[in-house]
């Protein structure tokens, strides 16, 4: 039973750890919103390429290093379709990172609670094996306490 409450333990400590670097990394997202803009200021009018997008995700990744891994699970499918303009494109990346967080948060938080039904199951489990376990005191007719194993 102590082996798989600290298995669990384990399990929840990183999982907690790892979602509150999502969290933070989160708050980055306007930052990168805001350099972005800044970036795709001068090219507001162009239409933009499959390596454009490529080339500002990198600049992306180069001023927001925690993002990287965020970025490169982003689904890029129609950002060439979508982003007409500069405005368009920061949009769409910021859109699909906010969502593409979002998940990652979700299946942490999914698997905490995982965790914790598997802890309440085994607690149930041992717990209920246990009680039979215990000695019982009874009380005889002349007021002798009785010890039955």
């Not at 803009?37 to 454009?52: A, G, H, K, N, W």
């Amino acid at each position: 039973m102590y082996g798989i409450l600290v298995a669990l333990f384990l399990l929840v400590s990183f999982q907690t750890t790892i979602l509150t670097g999502a969290l933070y990394v989160k708050g980055y997202v306007a930052d990168a919103e805001e350099y972005a803009s800044t970036l795709l200021m001068i090219d507001q009018e162009r239409s933009f390429s499959v390596s454009d997008v490529n080339h500002y995700c990198e600049l992306l990744c180069d001023r927001f290093p925690m993002l990287k891994p965020f970025l490169k699970n982003v689904d890029m499918s129609g950002a060439v379709d979508s982003a007409s303009s500069g405005y368009g494109l920061m949009s769409f990346l910021t859109e699909r990172l906010n969502t593409t967080i979002n998940n990652y948060i979700l299946r942490r938080i999914l698997w905490l609670v995982g965790f914790a039904f598997v802890a309440i199951l085994s607690i149930l489990y041992t717990s209920r094996n246990n009680t039979s376990s215990y000695s019982s005191a009874t009380y005889g007719n002349d007021g002798q306490v009785g010890l039955q194993f």
